[in-house]
């Protein structure tokens, strides 16, 4: 009952935003984005993929979206903090280490231990005098002649500096000291200072060394009025840019982006532009609510999530297009929450029938990741490819899956389910070896330990009910879903509801039914066959397909089905 009641407050205030009616978040729903600005990690080393050490990241203009850049620094209010340093006279720079790199006019990037004509040194002579704000520094600078073409300013640690030229060797820097009419010192940065140079040049345009703890930040400038655009590395994105550097030889390239701006960039990577609208909105106040909730995921490297699968996909503005984007602004400020606070916004691909609870798969139950039946997926199973799946192992074939994974095992000779969940996904399984040794997993690890698509699957043929649901030592599976139905017992009437399931027992009291059963295999191979893919837990997003394009569901409809009493929210704008 009070679902309905939410979910109709959620329809008046959607159709109040769309007609531009300004609206004050509910009362008992309220939730407050604590930001408007999220941090994307665009190119970083995350100890895996440990190649990824670069010396330079450029960025470029996209014609009639800005031109030229504003140096600066964000706060940690995520404000940028501007250094009066402009850059007006190029579209092109390049972000680069404070080594003698080289440049590489085929890859547009600048390279340490190659060759080349175009070359930057590290070594500068710079004047012993720091000033305070950058017009002192920049009429220091234009009071050096000629000399002034080839000297530029640094920023360090609150203090302005004028430094002079570029050479690949400290003796070569000191030797322009004759011609300098202030005293100073050759200087070559450290391991905490970014360089920005002129794409395609030596020529430097400034410096930064934040010692640490601030980092160089780019805001590219505005020219039509309109929100910039900037490619990096070929993509196009909205926002700014920060470049982290702390005391190694690499950096990792941050884009501060509007979280509007970033789930425009998110929706065409995590769902095809092509799916029904609705299913899109959905998807669209999954992410927002993710990135929201995953804030400062990776802050030891300076931003909130990354722009892969580990987060979520993230591309700029490449792939979006009209509807992915109205599927973003017609979604605008809203967020699922449960109890007032964001939910973790979990989706998958499909769930082969049923979706599961969290602690039935990982650890925590959360109140609104609970398993539901899914009806909607069957009405597009031809659409989705390898929607139900089989492998068969021998079980020599089995015992090398499971020394793969570390476990000393012989051959398996049985292979079992010990569990399945109360909406029929498996939950514990066992193998005996040949020894008599027995191997036994749970949860997601019954998906992962065999690599499998998904936790909802059969061994020999074993079915258990609809439900998954095995009742006392028999073959008798009941088969109903279990909604809106009821018991007698002797103390009246129960419902059967919850996804729990009950029976009356011979004297007449309606009682709790354990998910438990024992389905097994001691056959030369064993043949899983299985619907689904992936984790099971949250929004199935064929389900969404399904219930947008089949049903004529709402977004609304969608979120409220796959999240468990959740209710959307709108922050307030910010
Ligand atoms: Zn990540």
């Given at each position: 009952m009070k679902r309905t009641l939410k979910r109709v407050i959620v329809y008046l205030l959607v159709t109040a935003s769309l007609l531009g009616i300004t609206t004050t978040a509910y009362a008992d729903e309220n939730y407050t984005a604590p930001t408007d600005t999220v941090r994307v990690g665009l190119?970083?080393?995350?100890?895996?993929?440990?190649?990824?050490?670069?010396a330079s990241a450029n960025l470029q203009n996209v014609d009639g979206y800005g031109y030229g850049y504003e140096m600066g620094y964000y706060d940690s209010n995520r404000n940028f903090i501007s250094l009066g340093v402009t850059v007006t006279d190029t579209n092109a720079i390049t972000m680069v280490v404070d080594r003698n790199l080289y440049y590489n006019s085929g890859s547009r990037s600048y390279m340490e231990g190659t060759s080349g004509s175009v070359v930057v040194g590290c070594f500068h002579y710079q004047i012993n005098e720091s000033f305070s704000d950058y017009q002192s520094a920049a009429s220091c600078l234009a009071s050096l002649g000629t000399l002034s073409s080839e000297s530029f300013i640094k920023y360090e640690n609150g203090k302005y500096y004028v430094c002079v030229g570029n050479y690949t060797s400290s003796s070569a820097a000191a030797a322009v000291a004759p011609n300098v009419p202030y005293s100073g010192s050759v200087n070559s940065g450290t391991s905490y200072t970014m360089t920005v140079v002129e794409t395609g040049t030596n020529r430097i345009l400034f410096e930064f060394d934040g010692g640490g703890k601030s980092f160089l930040a780019v805001r590219p400038i505005s020219t039509q009025g309109t929100k910039t655009l900037t490619y990096y590395k070929n993509v196009r994105y909205y926002g700014n840019f920060s470049y982290v550097r702390k005391g190694t030889d690499t950096f990792y390239v941050v884009n501060y982006v509007n979280i509007e701006d970033y789930v425009k960039g998110v929706l065409p990577y995590e769902m095809l532009?092509?799916?029904?609208i609705e299913a899109l909105k959905a998807l669209a106040v999954c992410a927002r609510t993710y990135a929201m909730f995953y804030l400062n995921k990776h802050s030891s490297m300076?931003?909130?999530?990354?722009?892969?699968t580990d987060c979520q996909v993230y591309g700029g503005t490449n792939s979006a297009n009209d509807v992915t984007d109205r599927a973003v602004n017609e979604t605008s400020g809203m967020y699922l929450t449960y109890d007032g606070k964001l939910c973790e916004t979990f989706y998958y691909s499909s769930n082969g029938g049923a979706s599961e609870s969290s602690e039935n798969v990982w650890n925590e139950a959360l109140p609104y990741l609970r398993g539901v039946i899914d009806p909607y997926e069957e009405a597009v199973i031809d659409k989705i490819s390898n929607y139900n799946w089989s492998v068969t192992y021998t079980g020599s074939e089995l015992a090398s899956k499971l020394q793969s994974k570390g476990y000393s095992c012989g051959t398996i000779t049985k292979f079992e389910i010990l569990e399945f969940t109360p909406t029929g996904n498996v939950k514990r399984i066992r193998f005996t070896d040949s020894n008599g040794k027995t191997f036994t997993f749970s949860k997601e690890n019954c998906r992962l330990i065999l690599g499998l698509r998904s936790q909802r699957y059969t061994i020999n043929g074993y079915e258990g009910s609809a439900n998954g649901i095995y009742v006392n030592d028999s073959d008798n599976f009941l088969s109903s879903?279990?909604?809106n139905l009821f018991a007698v017992g002797s103390g009246g009437t129960s419902s059967l509801s919850g996804g729990d399931t009950y029976a009356i027992t011979s004297t007449g009291d309606v009682e709790k039914i354990e998910t438990s059963g024992t389905a097994s295999s001691t056959g030369e191979s064993f043949v899983i066959n299985g619907s689904g893919w992936g984790h099971n837990v949250g929004m199935s997003q064929w389900g969404a397909y399904s219930m947008a394009k089949i049903y004529g569901k709402t977004y609304l409809d969608i979120l409220t089905f796959y999240y468990t009493d959740a209710v959307v929210a709108f922050s307030q704008q910010l």
């Amino acid at each position: 009952m009070k679902r309905t009641l939410k979910r109709v407050i959620v329809y008046l205030l959607v159709t109040a935003s769309l007609l531009g009616i300004t609206t004050t978040a509910y009362a008992d729903e309220n939730y407050t984005a604590p930001t408007d600005t999220v941090r994307v990690g665009l190119y970083y080393n995350d100890g895996v993929t440990t190649s990824r050490t670069f010396a330079s990241a450029n960025l470029q203009n996209v014609d009639g979206y800005g031109y030229g850049y504003e140096m600066g620094y964000y706060d940690s209010n995520r404000n940028f903090i501007s250094l009066g340093v402009t850059v007006t006279d190029t579209n092109a720079i390049t972000m680069v280490v404070d080594r003698n790199l080289y440049y590489n006019s085929g890859s547009r990037s600048y390279m340490e231990g190659t060759s080349g004509s175009v070359v930057v040194g590290c070594f500068h002579y710079q004047i012993n005098e720091s000033f305070s704000d950058y017009q002192s520094a920049a009429s220091c600078l234009a009071s050096l002649g000629t000399l002034s073409s080839e000297s530029f300013i640094k920023y360090e640690n609150g203090k302005y500096y004028v430094c002079v030229g570029n050479y690949t060797s400290s003796s070569a820097a000191a030797a322009v000291a004759p011609n300098v009419p202030y005293s100073g010192s050759v200087n070559s940065g450290t391991s905490y200072t970014m360089t920005v140079v002129e794409t395609g040049t030596n020529r430097i345009l400034f410096e930064f060394d934040g010692g640490g703890k601030s980092f160089l930040a780019v805001r590219p400038i505005s020219t039509q009025g309109t929100k910039t655009l900037t490619y990096y590395k070929n993509v196009r994105y909205y926002g700014n840019f920060s470049y982290v550097r702390k005391g190694t030889d690499t950096f990792y390239v941050v884009n501060y982006v509007n979280i509007e701006d970033y789930v425009k960039g998110v929706l065409p990577y995590e769902m095809l532009a092509s799916w029904p609208i609705e299913a899109l909105k959905a998807l669209a106040v999954c992410a927002r609510t993710y990135a929201m909730f995953y804030l400062n995921k990776h802050s030891s490297m300076g931003f909130d999530i990354c722009n892969t699968t580990d987060c979520q996909v993230y591309g700029g503005t490449n792939s979006a297009n009209d509807v992915t984007d109205r599927a973003v602004n017609e979604t605008s400020g809203m967020y699922l929450t449960y109890d007032g606070k964001l939910c973790e916004t979990f989706y998958y691909s499909s769930n082969g029938g049923a979706s599961e609870s969290s602690e039935n798969v990982w650890n925590e139950a959360l109140p609104y990741l609970r398993g539901v039946i899914d009806p909607y997926e069957e009405a597009v199973i031809d659409k989705i490819s390898n929607y139900n799946w089989s492998v068969t192992y021998t079980g020599s074939e089995l015992a090398s899956k499971l020394q793969s994974k570390g476990y000393s095992c012989g051959t398996i000779t049985k292979f079992e389910i010990l569990e399945f969940t109360p909406t029929g996904n498996v939950k514990r399984i066992r193998f005996t070896d040949s020894n008599g040794k027995t191997f036994t997993f749970s949860k997601e690890n019954c998906r992962l330990i065999l690599g499998l698509r998904s936790q909802r699957y059969t061994i020999n043929g074993y079915e258990g009910s609809a439900n998954g649901i095995y009742v006392n030592d028999s073959d008798n599976f009941l088969s109903s879903l279990f909604e809106n139905l009821f018991a007698v017992g002797s103390g009246g009437t129960s419902s059967l509801s919850g996804g729990d399931t009950y029976a009356i027992t011979s004297t007449g009291d309606v009682e709790k039914i354990e998910t438990s059963g024992t389905a097994s295999s001691t056959g030369e191979s064993f043949v899983i066959n299985g619907s689904g893919w992936g984790h099971n837990v949250g929004m199935s997003q064929w389900g969404a397909y399904s219930m947008a394009k089949i049903y004529g569901k709402t977004y609304l409809d969608i979120l409220t089905f796959y999240y468990t009493d959740a209710v959307v929210a709108f922050s307030q704008q910010l």
